[in-house]
């Protein structure tokens, strides 16, 4: 019997929220801990979703079962400029290719900007394809190669996505002033 694809058009994108915690913190988890190579602590989801959680965003099916979600935070970077950092992103495999991560990951930049972030910073592994060209495309570039940087060994890129001209060494080309990444519309993507 052939698995029925999962229904696209029927997906909802919602902000995290803490008086849910109960019903998706252990389905974040699960979904994470599944694809990412870090074995995250509960006090870690803690750290993120009770400071940050209105940078958490999240997709659920029409049954609101977690599909994919995005953890991130917004701090000063070293006294410097407010860095946006994206730290989990994982999106179930039935429903990859199909631009969830990408609607994530464009809804988190989105907040992280209104929240004054003038840059956004994540690591990812090297031999991770789908993730490096996801965040290429947004417009981030690699900016340090950390040797063996997760406990498996593996060697990682940091990526930043310049948001305001004259943060970092790389200026703005696009046509909205004052964004390094392409202008976009999360609805519309």
């Known amino acids: ?50 400071q940050w959680g209105h940078l958490c965003f999240m997709t659920l099916d029409e049954d609101e079962k977690l599909v994919g979600v995005v953890v991130c935070k917004l701090e000063p970077h070293n006294r410097g400029p407010l860095r946006g950092y994206i730290a989990m992103l994982a999106v179930q495999e039935e429903y990859r290719g199909n631009r969830v991560a990408t609607k994530l990951v464009c809804m988190a930049i989105d907040a992280m900007i209104e929240g004054g972030a003038e840059e956004i910073a994540l690591e990812t592994e090297i031999t991770n394809t789908a993730a490096m ?44 002033p004052g964004h390094a990444y392409p202008p976009h519309t999360p609805s519309s993507i």
């Not at 004259?166 to 703005?172: A, D, E, L, R």
């Open 1 to 50: 019997m052939d698995k029925k694809p999962p229904s696209i058009e029927k997906l909802q994108y919602v902000q995290y929220d803490s008086n849910k915690e109960s019903q998706y913190l252990s389905a974040i988890r699960q979904l994470i801990s599944k694809d990412l190579s870090e074995p995250y602590s509960i006090y870690v989801y803690r750290y993120f979703l009770y």
């Open 133 to 176: 060209r996801l965040y290429e495309r947004l417009g981030f570039l690699r900016s340090k190669r950390l040797h063996r940087y997760y406990l498996n060994g593996n060697t990682a890129f940091r990526l930043v996505l310049y948001l305001r001209e004259g943060v970092g060494s790389v200026q703005p080309s696009f046509e909205n």
